[in-house]
């Protein structure tokens, strides 16, 4: 099975700072990573598919980059709604498993 | 609009089984895969497996491999999945996702609550 890290598993910051969250996989899977934002009690939402490809909705201070094993998603300048969890998930081969996320906290 | 709408939450002891629907609709229900991942409290998002609702065909997460079935009904656009011999352990909000085009997991339902308890 491909294994998914993330770092940090968690980050505190304020709003208007850029934050970096980093995912690596255990073997390549080229551009198949995806990236979910979820608040609590609430279902994931996609955000960045395909290693960069921003979802229709998302703002755009959302970024996503990498291939290969080693993808990162920016967010430029944090809003307040921003604070949550984010998971990465390979969707390379079955099983198609999730980083362990890293949750996002007001500093 | 695309909608996976998911059944209630349900409590079960140890042992039994429990079985989820997720009900779709906004879409040509057989033109997408649907997975399913669960998250037990406070914890991540764990695959658990896919459905073709197509064809049927399966593929589940090694580690819930003879316990998870997954099932749809093509005239109600649903698909199921079931979790048999539960343990505390199984206890999670268990979520349908469909599988998007281009490999993501685009609509996820509203999650189901199950809780194993003696």
């Known amino acids: 099975d491909i294994q998914m890290t993330q770092s940090p598993s968690s980050l505190s910051a304020s709003v208007g700072d850029r934050v970096t969250i980093t995912c690596r996989a255990s073997?390549?899977?080229?551009?198949?990573l995806n990236w979910y934002q979820q608040k609590p009690g609430k279902a994931p939402k996609l955000l960045i598919s395909?290693?960069?490809s921003l979802q229709s909705g998302v703002p755009s201070r959302f970024s996503g980059s990498g291939s290969g094993t080693d993808f990162t998603l920016t967010i430029s300048s944090l809003q307040p709604e921003d604070f949550a969890t984010y998971y990465c998930?390979?969707?390379?081969?079955?099983?198609?498993?999730f980083g362990q996320g890293t949750k996002l906290e007001i500093e | 609009q695309v909608q996976l709408v998911q059944s209630g939450a349900e409590v079960k002891k140890p042992g039994a089984s429990v079985k989820v629907s997720c009900k779709a609709s906004?879409?040509?229900?057989?033109?997408?895969?649907m997975h399913w991942v669960r998250q037990a409290p406070g914890q991540g998002l764990e695959w658990m497996g896919i459905?073709?609702?197509?064809?049927?065909?399966?593929t589940y997460a090694q580690k819930l491999q003879g316990r998870v079935t997954m099932t749809r009904d093509t005239s109600t656009s649903t698909v199921y999945m079931e979790l048999s011999s539960l343990r505390s352990e199984d206890t999670a909000v268990f979520y349908c996702?469909?599988?998007?085009?281009?490999?993501?997991?685009?609509?996820w339902g509203q999650g189901t609550l199950v809780t194993v308890s003696s």
């Open positions: 906004g879409y040509t229900f057989t033109s997408y895969n």
């Open positions: 073997q390549t899977i080229s551009t198949y």
């Open positions: 998930q390979q969707s390379y081969i079955s099983p198609y498993t």
């Open positions: 459905i073709n609702p197509s064809g049927g065909s399966t």
């Open positions: 395909a290693a960069s």
């Open positions: 996702a469909r599988y998007g085009s281009g490999k993501h997991l685009d609509y």
